[in-house]
Nanobody
Framework: QVQLVESGGGLVQAGGSLRLSCAAS????????MGWFRQAPGKEREVVAG????????YYADSVKGRFTISRDNAKNTVYLQMNSLKPEDTAVYYC?????????????????????WGKGTLVTVSS
């Protein structure tokens, strides 16, 4: 059974930075496309960023392009989300998810209905 555990969330002022980590265990990490999703109170879960199994292709939601960077370290079974220039509207629970695929990253790969494994989430709060 694959387990995903997020860490790195917290309270930060607008304009600040946070780095989220997601550690995977129990599976073949290098066979998964990995993604970060978020869900704000009263809103639907949305994709933030995705990265292919090799790390060679990435996808970002328009709302975070130029501010967030997704990366992975297959030797450490970990995916990261570097978040800079944070805004109050980035406040949400951030979830890590994995999809068993070796396809090139596209927005369709990050359809949350088709993700195979999910972490429990980490809360990010950005104060104004």
């Amino acid at each position: 059974q694959v387990q995903l555990v997020e860490s790195g969330g917290g309270l930060v002022q607008a304009g600040g930075s946070l780095r989220l980590s997601c550690a995977a265990s129990g599976g073949t990490f290098s066979s998964y496309a990995m993604g970060w999703f978020r869900q704000a109170p009263g809103k639907e879960r949305e994709v933030v960023a995705g990265i292919s199994w090799t790390g060679g292709s990435t996808y970002y939601a328009d709302s975070v392009k130029g501010r967030f960077t997704i990366s992975r370290d297959n030797a450490k079974n970990t995916v990261y989300l570097q978040m800079n220039s944070l805004k109050p509207e980035d406040t949400a629970v951030y979830y890590c998810a994995a999809r068993i695929t070796r396809a090139t990253m596209t927005p369709a790969i990050m359809d949350y209905h088709y993700m195979n494994y999910w972490g429990k989430g980490t809360l990010v709060t950005v104060s104004s």
